[in-house]
Nanobody, 125 residues
Framework: EVGLMESGGDSVQAGGSLTLSCTVS???????MGWFRQAPGSGRERIAA???????SYSDSVKGRFTISTDNRGKSLSLQMTGLKPEDTARYYC????????????????????WGQGTQVTVSS
């Protein structure tokens, strides 16, 4: 089986920085991976994705502030977060394409994902 586990969530002040990590266990092929977040009462939002070749993409809400990266085997996923805002407060989840597709598109990771349990990020004003 494949398992994902997030870590690094914390409570920080607005304007601060935080790095989230996701480790992947089990047998799989390096594939499109990404980060989502969900605030209470809101839908789960894809904020960043990265394909097996290392090409990243970001939502407008985090572009220029967050950076997604992987190791060269796709065994870990990171999200470097800077300039944090109160509206970034959410539970953050990492995701891996269950079908092990190499490349990400705008629709990638919207379905057929492996998910971690999430890690909470709280940004105070």
């Amino acid at each position: 089986e494949v398992g994902l586990m997030e870590s690094g969530g914390d409570s920080v002040q607005a304007g601060g920085s935080l790095t989230l990590s996701c480790t992947v266990s089990g047998t799989y092929t390096r594939s499109c991976m990404g980060w989502f977040r969900q605030a209470p009462g809101s839908g789960r939002e894809r904020i960043a994705a990265i394909d097996s070749g290392g090409t990243p993409s970001y939502s407008d809400s985090v572009k220029g502030r967050f950076t997604i990266s992987t190791d060269n085997r796709g065994k870990s996923l990171s999200l470097q977060m800077t300039g944090l805002k109160p509206e970034d407060t959410a539970r953050y989840y990492c995701a891996l394409d269950r079908l092990f597709r190499s490349y990400c598109s705008g629709a990638s990771l919207k379905e057929n994902n492996y998910w971690g349990q999430g890690t909470q990020v709280t940004v105070s004003s």
